[in-house]
């Protein structure tokens, strides 16, 4: 199994502003999932992405896939205070996690 | 379905006590996964089972973690003796696992203090 490294560790943006959060990977996968933790909850499962897509849409997410540079985006469009969040992802079917990054939307 | 349901919610017990942690995961699902957060070590994955069978255990900390799940529907962690650096909060998932892949659902976690 391998885990993910997100990237940056921590973001400050404000409200309505758009917020991108990286992923690379060192091994090849079959689908790669984004995943939200509200500070004291578990983690909520946002998206998954297969390795044969290279784009996808939920809402006002959109994740990216590119298997040539072992990477991922998760891109946040106008952004809300609710965003704020741990964000995390998993590449492959075995999750183990990485250390995540700390998303802060200023209202 | 009522998601994945794990209790207690809160425990806080003394050192050298066993804590048993409980997990009901999705109907259906045949996946389950056990895994410990804290500030310094972050999300760790201690187990996790396919169709009730441990596939990975290599991350459970030390022999004083078990985990066992008698049936689909229930899976425990057990920590004895329990010490105060196993204060964490242990959180369950569950997955219909395929080839494709689906994503996981996950409890809403114990807290654990052991003091």
């Known amino acids: 199994s391998q885990q993910g490294e997100e990237d940056p560790q921590a973001l400050s943006i404000q409200e309505g502003e758009n917020a991108t959060m990286n992923c690379s990977y060192k091994?090849?996968?079959?689908?790669l999932q984004w995943y939200r933790q509200n500070s004291g909850r578990g983690l909520v499962h946002l998206i998954l992405?297969?390795?044969?897509?290279r784009e996808k849409h939920s809402g006002r997410l959109r994740v990216t896939l590119d298997t040539s540079k072992k990477s991922s985006s998760l891109l946040i469009t106008a952004s809300r205070a609710a965003d704020t969040a741990s964000y995390f992802c998993?590449?492959?079917?075995?999750?183990?996690f990485g250390k995540g990054i700390t998303l802060s939307v200023r209202p | 379905d009522a998601g994945v349901i794990q209790s207690p919610r809160h425990e806080v017990t003394e050192m050298g006590q066993e804590v048993t942690l409980r997990c009901k995961p999705i109907?259906?699902?045949?996946?389950l996964f056990w895994y410990r957060q804290t500030m310094m070590r972050g999300l760790e994955l201690l187990i996790y089972?396919?169709?009730?069978?441990?596939?990975?255990d290599s991350g459970m900390p030390e022999d004083r973690f078990s985990a066992k799940m008698p049936n689909a529907s229930f899976s425990t962690l057990k920590i004895q003796p329990s010490e105060p650096r196993d204060s964490a909060v242990y959180f369950c998932?569950?997955?219909?696992?395929?080839?494709?892949?689906?994503?996981?659902?996950f409890g809403s976690g114990t807290r654990l203090t052991v003091v």
């Open positions: 091994t090849s996968i079959n689908n």
């Open positions: 089972f396919n169709n009730n069978v441990p596939i990975d």
């Open positions: 109907s259906g699902h045949n996946s």
């Open positions: 998932a569950s997955s219909f696992s395929s080839p494709g892949g689906y994503g996981y659902t």
């Open positions: 998993a590449p492959g079917g075995e999750l183990t």
């Open positions: 992405i297969r390795s044969n897509e």
